[in-house]
């Protein structure tokens, strides 16, 4: 392993400090969790470093400064009390002296949960581990703690203050979750079994064109499957006019003309291996109709796929013994538009091959589908699962492993 896990660390009565992704969704009127999953996906680390009697102290974040789903974490520590069924404590301080002296009173085996880290202004900024332990969150926190546990998978791809600080200057390990998910995803990026498909679908397009030329370059994709805003994207970059509704919600998600040019050069080279959409379906007089690519321009809204595109799906997925699904086929939310995702998702769950599913909504589909567990690998990350995918490093891992080379830099 090129980095420490749990099974490296001394925990007993030690101090840790765990950076979990508790980044939740949230209500947008009641700003209630809606959906625990992420927090469940810890338990496994929590629970360890309880049973062995570590005072865990919490770190996470929620929303952006400028985000309205950006709240304090009194409501997190609270649905994580009732998941780890013992006390909970939360503090509405970050590194001050109330967090200071809440950390220097707990006794082994207690869980304390620190506010939200997004408050301190240098949190999103991106720098080195080193750069980052220099600031007042590390200095202040730092000297009353043990280890460095980070289980924030989903939150990997961020080279940020509490991710990366403390591997400059504790002995650092990653947490269960993000073993799970690096052992995982390791052996399906190096080394798929082939065929290997990538289903992409959702309400946003403009990242995954990038992701597409590089697992197509990398040669960790065979096939590619699109539905969704990223098909219509691709349908008008081949010369398909969607009609004024369908363009209008894809220059909304930053359709630039440059973006329709990267395509077209995608396409150039990946025509055959890259499918899309041949029918669609549509609301009248609210009920689903289906229409095909000749019927296109349409006023309506494209809200799934039709039956002949769930079909020609169906076969390709089929033959593959990895796929990978990312984003759901359609407003799966709508009973009239579930369709398109829920065959394409039972048939995968069906299936044989390794599936691997990612991103909030996906997963959502899939726990609203009851498919979870028949799903291989069911992962915490959206952007960060995408930027693995694509061979990229992610600053979280590669501060873990320096950390492991060179334990302490500064003390
Ligand atoms: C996420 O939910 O995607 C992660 O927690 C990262 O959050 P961010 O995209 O706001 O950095
Ligand atoms: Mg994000």
Known sequence: MEYNTLDNMNIGGKTVFLRVDFNMPLDKKTLKILDSTRMSQVLPTINELTHKKAKTVIIAHQGRKD???????????????????????????????????????????????????????????????????????IKNLFPLGDIFVNDAFAAAHRAQCSLIGFTAVLPSCVGRLMEKELSTLSKVVKDPEKPCVFLFGGAKFSDIIITIERILQNNTADRILLTGLPANAFLKAKGYHLGERNEQALLMEDGSPEQFDEIKKLLKDYDDVIDLPTDFAIEEQ??????????????????????????????????????????????????????????????????????????????????????????????????ALEKFMMGDKLPVIEALKQAKVNPILNH
């Open 67 to 137: 985000s309205w789903d950006f709240t304090n974490m009194e409501q997190h520590a609270h649905t994580l009390e009732q998941l780890v069924g013992k006390p909970v404590q939360f503090v509405d301080d970050i590194y001050g002296a109330k967090a200071q002296q809440a950390i220097k009173a707990m006794r082994p085996g207690d869980i304390l949960f620190l506010d939200n880290v997004r408050k301190l202004d240098y949190e999103t900024n991106k720098k080195t581990a080193k750069e980052h332990a220099e600031t007042p969150f």
């Open 286 to 383: 609210q009920k689903r109709k289906e229409i095909t690519l000749n019927d296109l321009p349409t006023n309506k809204a494209l809200f799934d796929i039709g039956r002949e595109t769930i079909d020609r799906y169906n076969e390709i997925l089929h033959q593959a013994k990895t796929i990978f699904l990312s984003g759901p086929c359609g407003v799966f939310e709508n009973p009239l538009f579930i369709e398109g995702t829920k065959e394409i998702f039972t048939y995968v769950a069906n299936s044989d091959a390794f599936s691997i599913v990612g991103g909030g909504h996906t997963v959502a589909a899939v726990t609203q589908l009851g498919l979870d567990k028949k799903i291989s690998h069911i992962s915490t990350g959206g952007g």
